[in-house]
């Protein structure tokens, strides 16, 4: 006879929790069933985000295997079950996106520059961008009988040494140092190497004059450059390029000055073509439209008046798009007006989550890239956000229109628009820090008229001056923009000025960023009370990034600039630095305020070729010595100094006799590493440059076959008097 197995048997045990636990899954998924399809985009991205994080073709082909085996996994599972189909689905997309990105990176994708060349070169122009606030254009052309060139170079010229003639078509010469695009300068910088890389751009480079033009161009210039110089041409002062970028989406005629005051008040978000830019646009010529067929009687009463003005709202949201570049925050803005436009074709809902799950599903299909940067972050963050909370039951029910006072009604308006404003800061807030370094505090009070100010004011009368210059009547409009956009940026600057309006905060670790984000999306994706167990992760990785220590000592990829954290703030070795290099290291090191001479600190000894620093961290006393000139330096003295010194630092090419007690940064390590910060009292280094990162935008450090790796040059070898 046999026995059937006991209740209490470890084996029977698990298995009853196993499938008590499957089952309440289920239940759970079955009640949020409505929700399951917006996850679909997350796994895409996550296949995305992990070709970007992973660093070679081995890791990026088993991360494509493991999640392909997480899918296989899934579909073991009972049939007919929902967690089935989400892991064998998301399983799928998320090694789809990985594939996806890593095709387009290996199919369109232009490699760079190998090293930095002074070239003659003759190319033929592609585009020309004004940028009147730096006092140039950049130009994009086609080198022509290069081979050694990339196929696409990216090329300033002053508007000083602008020639006639050039413009789309052109063929022009000139000289140039072109560089390979630009990496993060120091860890979590902007990587302009990335992006360039999916752009096309091969190299980066100033044309000296002169430029000769070989060919003028014929073409006549683009809308979006004639549009440019004409709103340029009918505004004066700071106006002139808020109006342009309002147009145009070209934001090269706003000056420094402003575009510091609207991102520190949190109104940079107007400059960028999005949402409320389209939708005001869309909103604008289905009124009009309705309004106009409304005039005729047989229209009104026998044609769907609707479905024509929203036709017609659609092909104007797509002129504007491609009008303004196409950038990621307008297409996915003209999507979901497109989406928005076909529900209500349809009698359907259109404003919902689905909505802004599809438009992110295809700017990932068509732009995978686009994950990775802040503008498509921060987008659909925003979107999430306010779609999200419009769709609470207790938000949508105090929102609701009702038979009530006028000042009631405004009380509640102004309510909502503050609730949403703030709700849009915290979810920007922690994607803000990790690109920027920093996130507004006060972005929430200057929407509050701010957006009403552009969206009812200052966008109707730019439009009816564009319309009313036809017939050259424009005149009166351009006067009333140039009014509400100077209002516009005294709230800009009165707010940006306030100590509260910004936190700043050192570089954030990726793994905090993607906690935070994963919490995120978990309270805003879910409807069930589950959603608010995302406030966990959110807020341990939110004080985790509060507490994350700052770095004592900032290094450039270059080697030249050096910021050192002392008591005082933080000081510079190269006073004369300019206001981005100053920018970089402050932002990255979570230092809000004016960096000072490392010369002028008490415990530093400088002179014109060398500093000596002295800094008390984690309990023990550092010396740092630091390279400043490229003058020669008696041998006898510098190789006392170094064996002195625990950190070297130098923009040269140290020779071997130069040994620090614990770190020697110099050209040659710089080149394998790129810029780094250091943390003195944990002992840690982080790098720009990651061991064996094979991404196809890294330029790997050439070698040198004129001398020796013992001998590296003539200049700094042990057999010379210096260094």
């Not at 109006?243 to 706003?254: E, P, Y």
């Not at 949402?275 to 646009?281: D, K």
């Not at 009104?300 to 036709?311: E, N, S, T, V, Y």
Request: hydrophobic share 50%; with cysteine; glycine share 10%.
């Amino acid at each position: 006879m046999a026995f059937a197995p006991r209740q209490t048997s470890p084996l029977g045990k698990g298995a009853a929790w196993a499938r008590a636990g499957f089952g309440t899954v289920e239940a759970w998924l079955e009640r949020e069933r409505e929700q399951i399809g917006l996850w679909a985009p997350m796994a895409m991205g996550a296949g995305i985000a992990g070709w970007f994080l992973l660093p070679n073709p081995m890791a990026w082909l088993a991360f494509c295997c493991a999640v392909l085996g997480l899918a296989c996994l899934g579909a073991l599972m009972p049939d007919g079950a929902r967690l089935r189909r989400m892991v064998a689905v998301g399983g799928v997309l998320a090694c789809a996106g990985c594939l996806l990105v890593w095709g387009k990176a290996a199919l369109l994708g232009q490699p760079p520059l190998a090293r930095p060349v002074f070239v003659q070169m003759t190319g033929a122009v592609e585009s020309v961008r004004p940028v009147p606030a730096q006092q140039m254009v950049r130009v994009m052309l086609r080198p022509v009988d290069a081979p050694t060139l990339p196929a696409v170079v990216r090329v300033n010229i002053a508007k000083a040494d602008m020639p006639d003639g050039l413009g789309e078509g052109a063929l022009i010469r000139f000289r140039a140092r072109l560089m390979p695009p630009a990496p993060p300068s120091v860890p979590g910088g902007y990587d302009f190497a990335a992006r360039a890389y999916f752009q096309g751009i091969g190299a980066t480079g100033k044309a000296l004059k002169p430029v000769a033009v070989l060919r003028a161009s014929t073409a006549a210039p683009p809308l979006r450059a004639r549009l440019f110089d004409h709103i340029r041409a009918q505004t004066d002062g700071p106006a002139e390029g808020i109006a342009v970028a309002l147009a145009t989406g070209d934001q090269g005629a706003i000056s420094e000055a402003d575009a510091e005051a609207m991102r520190r008040s949190g109104l940079a978000h107007l400059l960028s073509i999005s949402g409320l830019h389209v939708t005001a646009l869309i909103g604008a010529v289905i009124f009009l439209l309705l309004r106009v067929l409304a005039l005729s009687r047989r229209a009104a009463l026998g044609l769907p008046l609707m479905l024509i003005a929203g036709a017609g709202g659609a092909l104007a949201g797509i002129f504007y798009t491609w009008l303004t570049g196409a950038e990621v925050p307008t297409v996915r803005s003209c999507v979901a007006a497109l989406l928005v436009l076909g529900g209500m074709a349809m009698g359907r809902d259109a404003v919902t989550l689905r909505l802004v799950a599809t438009g992110a599903l295809i700017v990932l299909v068509v732009w995978p890239e686009a994950l990775v940067g802040p503008s498509f972050q921060m987008s659909f963050a925003a979107v999430t956000a306010i779609v999200a909370l419009a769709e609470h039951p207790r938000f949508r029910a105090f929102a609701a229109a009702r038979d009530e006072g006028m000042g009631r009604k405004a009380a509640r308006m102004l309510a909502v628009t503050l609730a949403t404003g703030v709700a849009v800061e915290l979810v920007l807030m922690p994607i803000a820090l990790f690109h920027f370094h920093k996130a507004g505090m006060l972005g929430a009070i200057a929407n509050l008229v701010a957006i009403p100010l552009t969206t009812f004011v200052v966008m109707p009368l730019e439009a009816l001056a564009l319309l009313f210059d036809v017939v050259g009547l424009g005149a009166p409009f351009w006067w009333g923009t140039e009014q509400a956009l100077n209002l516009l940026l005294l709230i800009a600057h009165g707010v940006g000025a306030s100590p509260m309006a910004t936190m700043v905060a050192p570089a954030m670790p990726v793994a905090l960023f993607a906690m935070i984000t994963g919490g995120l999306l978990w309270c805003l994706l879910w409807r069930t009370g589950v959603r608010w167990a995302g406030l966990a992760p959110v807020g341990i990785g939110m004080g985790l990034a509060m507490l994350t220590p700052a770095p004592d000592i900032v290094v450039t990829g270059d080697g030249q600039h050096v910021a050192v954290r002392s008591g005082a703030g933080m000081a510079l070795l190269r006073e004369r630095a300019g206001d981005y290099v100053r920018d970089v290291l402050a932002e990255t090191a979570g230092y809000e305020g004016e960096l000072s001479a490392i010369a002028d600190l008490p415990t530093a000894r400088c002179s014109t070729d060398l500093c000596a620093l002295a800094l008390e961290r984690g309990g023990r006393r550092w010396r740092l010595l630091m390279t400043r000139s490229d003058m020669l330096i008696e041998r006898a003295r510098f190789a006392r100094d170094c064996a002195a010194a625990d950190i070297v630092v130098s923009d040269r090419r140290l020779p071997r006799w130069c040994r620090p007690r614990w770190l020697k940064v110099d050209r040659r390590l710089l080149a394998r590493t790129g810029g780094l910060s250091i943390d003195l009292s944990r002992g840690e280094v982080h790098t720009v440059t990651r061991p064996g990162d094979a991404h196809p935008w890294i330029v790997r450090p050439a070698r040198r076959s004129k001398y020796s790796a013992s001998d590296p040059d003539p200049r700094l070898s042990p057999g010379n008097k210096g260094l």
